[in-house]
T-cell receptor
Framework: DTGVSQDPRHKITKRGQNVTFRCDPI?????LYWYRQTLGQGPEFLTY????????KSRLLSDRFSAERPKGSFSTLEIQRTEQGDSAMYLC???????????FGSGTRLTVV | GEDVEQSLFLSVREGDSSVINCTYT??????LYWYKQEPGAGLQLLTY???NMDMKQDQRLTVLLNKKDKHLSLRIADTQTGDSAIYFC???????????WGAGTKLIIKP
């Protein structure tokens, strides 16, 4: 296992289009997180899964955002009707429990034009 | 709500020690983390400290925690050009999952 993988690395889309990102966590990690990071800021929490259950969703997340983790392994984050303000780095992380920190993927950079 | 504050920039000479500071507001913070982010890259966990510890050392890195003042610091000994990056402080509160992040400190190395 080489860590947390995210796909694609970069995505450029036109405003109004839908986009979907994928995250493959470390296989033995049951917790998966999505964060968003804009330039000059720390990551902002979006949502959290424990196994296949989505246990928390940030108030920052509009109804255009949805995330799934159907079998408790990989996860997808979909953004519908993208807006320019959605342009950011979308980071996925996984962890195995309360101790220690998250392992982050390299992120998907979204640019909405 | 909970908040984590960091200085935005730190400039040090190569070979000197760097000390990056962080203050937080949540007194119930359990784990406190330092992450490193290089340009265009993801976040790399450097080290973490549990709230019942005052200090943790790992090779060139020393973490100091002052719970009374809610102050966390990261000291990098013998700073090298490869240490140039943004360093993020993050704290975990009573919730089992969410980290609260600072805005990051950009470490600039002068030759």
């Amino acid at each position: 296992d080489t860590g947390v993988s995210q796909d694609p690395r970069h995505k450029i889309t036109k405003r109004g289009q839908n986009v979907t990102f994928r995250c493959d966590p470390i296989s033995e990690h049951n917790r998966l997180y999505w964060y968003r990071q804009t330039l000059g800021q720390g990551p902002e929490f979006l949502t959290y899964f424990q196994n296949e259950a989505q246990l928390e969703k940030s108030r920052l997340l509009s109804d255009r955002f949805s995330a799934e983790r159907p079998k408790g392994s990989f996860s997808t984050l979909e953004i519908q009707r993208t807006e320019q303000g959605d342009s950011a780095m979308y980071l996925c992380a996984s962890s195995s429990g309360a101790q220690g920190g998250y392992t982050f993927g390299s992120g998907t950079r979204l640019t909405v034009v | 709500g909970e908040d984590v504050e960091q200085s935005l920039f730190l400039s040090v000479r190569e070979g000197d020690s760097s000390v990056i500071n962080c203050t937080y507001t949540d007194s119930s913070s359990t784990y406190l983390y330092w992450y490193k982010q290089e340009p265009g890259a993801g976040l790399q966990l450097l080290t973490y400290i549990f709230s019942n510890m005052d200090m943790k050392q790992d090779q060139r890195l020393t973490v100091l925690l002052n719970k009374k003042d809610k102050h966390l610091s990261l000291r990098i000994a013998d700073t090298q050009t490869g240490d140039s990056a943004i360093y993020f402080c993050a704290v975990r509160g009573n919730s089992n999952y969410q980290l609260i992040w600072g805005a990051g400190t950009k470490l600039i190395i002068k030759p």
